[in-house]
């Protein structure tokens, strides 16, 4: 069965005049892709032929609402959606003053296994297709009744593990023709996977590249993720550096503080003497609390001088606001919830 809504638009009308079918159908069937039909029955201008050609042929991906949680403080939605072959994952749609933005999964689960993170504490099965990315930015809309403005692959997965699909999705909901959300307000996260960062710079894409760096040597690094025993903070600093030679992108930079673990001032002067001279941003996280890893939030008092010491050191840093608090909006505790 062929997955329709992953294919770009000129492999669309190329499987339908292969088959026999004028070629302003396949411009009908994308219409109504783009709409968010969830059956093939439900296109009224297609032919009943074609109608029967499809649903024999092809299938549409879906995004289910198993579950969603709408936060009491400030409105975030987490979502647990349920694909087509029953494999949960999640969402999350946050309002801002500029819009809405959604953090969406690229993974059902993760193979990184970094400590803090809930999503690879249940385990990996497998990696999301384009449409299955799509389709969780579409069911949100649909549901909230919203034009979702922003988008972050931060959600369950290594957006990089999954390089080819997520460079399909990327291609498919930047076109006009698609759901038309530009480049620079797509936000890609990634632990660290140095040959794949090369690997995107190439595509020169206007999104942002997050980097999670949660540490600023290899010994503190390495014991939260496993990922930097085969791509050590210096290849993937370096990999950082040249990404914005090769793109004129800057990066940014995501550090989770964990009391006692990284929040030091020694980890402060440590990360501004690593990223010095760099166009970045540092993006400050009280780390989550997920059940099991016994790590705690940093104070604000030891928060705000992490700032403080990056800043004097010509390090843009700002401390991101929690959003969501109630509902766990982190990604991957649902999806555990549930299987457990």
């Given at each position: 069965m062929i997955d329709i809504k992953s294919l770009y638009f000129f492999e669309l009308e190329n499987f339908i005049t292969d088959n026999g079918f004028p070629k302003f159908r396949a411009k009908q069937i994308s219409d109504w892709l783009n709409?968010?039909?969830?059956?093939?029955?439900?296109?009224?201008?297609?032919?009943?032929?074609?109608?029967?050609?499809?649903?024999?042929?092809?299938?549409?991906?879906?995004?289910?609402?198993?579950?969603?949680?709408?936060?009491?403080?400030?409105?975030?939605?987490?979502?647990?959606?349920?694909?087509?072959?029953?494999?949960?994952?999640?969402?999350?749609?946050?309002?801002?003053?500029?819009?809405?933005?959604?953090?969406?999964?690229?993974?059902?689960?993760?193979?990184?296994?970094?400590?803090?993170?809930?999503?690879?504490?249940?385990?990996?099965?497998?990696?999301?297709?384009a449409s299955e990315i799509l389709a969780q930015i579409e069911s949100a809309q649909k549901d909230l009744n919203i034009r979702i403005s922003n988008i972050v692959l931060m959600g369950m997965g290594e957006p990089l593990d999954n390089f080819?699909?997520?460079?399909?999705?990327?291609?498919?909901?930047?076109?006009?023709?698609?759901?038309?959300?530009?480049?620079?307000?797509?936000?890609?996260?990634?632990?660290g996977i140095v040959p794949r960062i090369y690997e995107l710079a190439e595509y020169k894409f206007a999104l942002t590249l997050s980097v999670s760096l949660h540490a600023p040597d290899n010994a503190t690094r390495s014991r939260t993720m496993p990922i930097n025993n085969r791509y050590p903070v210096e290849l993937l600093i370096k990999a950082c550096r040249d990404y914005f030679d090769i793109t004129g992108r800057r990066v940014s930079f995501e550090y989770a503080l964990i009391d006692g673990?990284?929040?030091?001032?020694?980890?402060?002067?440590?990360?501004?003497?690593?990223?010095?001279?760099?166009?970045?941003?540092?993006?400050?996280?009280?780390?989550?609390?997920?059940?099991?890893?016994?790590?705690?939030?940093?104070?604000?008092?030891?928060?705000?001088?992490?700032?403080?010491?990056?800043?004097?050191?010509?390090?843009?840093?700002?401390?991101?606001?929690?959003?969501?608090?109630?509902?766990?909006?982190?990604?991957?505790?649902?999806?555990r919830n549930t299987l457990n």
């Amino acid at each position: 069965m062929i997955d329709i809504k992953s294919l770009y638009f000129f492999e669309l009308e190329n499987f339908i005049t292969d088959n026999g079918f004028p070629k302003f159908r396949a411009k009908q069937i994308s219409d109504w892709l783009n709409k968010g039909v969830t059956s093939f029955s439900q296109m009224r201008n297609i032919p009943k032929n074609i109608i029967e050609f499809l649903s024999g042929s092809c299938y549409i991906s879906v995004a289910n609402i198993e579950k969603k949680l709408v936060s009491r403080y400030d409105k975030t939605v987490k979502y647990l959606f349920c694909l087509n072959d029953g494999e949960y994952i999640e969402s999350v749609v946050m309002s801002y003053h500029h819009g809405y933005s959604i953090c969406v999964s690229t993974q059902v689960g993760c193979k990184m296994g970094c400590t803090f993170c809930a999503t690879g504490k249940s385990g990996f099965s497998r990696s999301l297709t384009a449409s299955e990315i799509l389709a969780q930015i579409e069911s949100a809309q649909k549901d909230l009744n919203i034009r979702i403005s922003n988008i972050v692959l931060m959600g369950m997965g290594e957006p990089l593990d999954n390089f080819d699909n997520v460079i399909r999705f990327l291609k498919l909901v930047s076109c006009e023709d698609g759901l038309n959300i530009g480049m620079r307000h797509i936000t890609l996260s990634t632990c660290g996977i140095v040959p794949r960062i090369y690997e995107l710079a190439e595509y020169k894409f206007a999104l942002t590249l997050s980097v999670s760096l949660h540490a600023p040597d290899n010994a503190t690094r390495s014991r939260t993720m496993p990922i930097n025993n085969r791509y050590p903070v210096e290849l993937l600093i370096k990999a950082c550096r040249d990404y914005f030679d090769i793109t004129g992108r800057r990066v940014s930079f995501e550090y989770a503080l964990i009391d006692g673990e990284n929040d030091s001032e020694e980890c402060a002067l440590k990360l501004a003497n690593l990223l010095k001279g760099m166009n970045c941003h540092v993006n400050l996280i009280p780390v989550n609390t997920v059940e099991g890893t016994g790590y705690k939030k940093s104070g604000a008092e030891r928060r705000n001088a992490f700032v403080e010491i990056l800043s004097k050191h010509g390090i843009t840093a700002t401390i991101r606001r929690t959003l969501g608090s109630d509902i766990n909006a982190s990604c991957g505790q649902l999806r555990r919830n549930t299987l457990n």
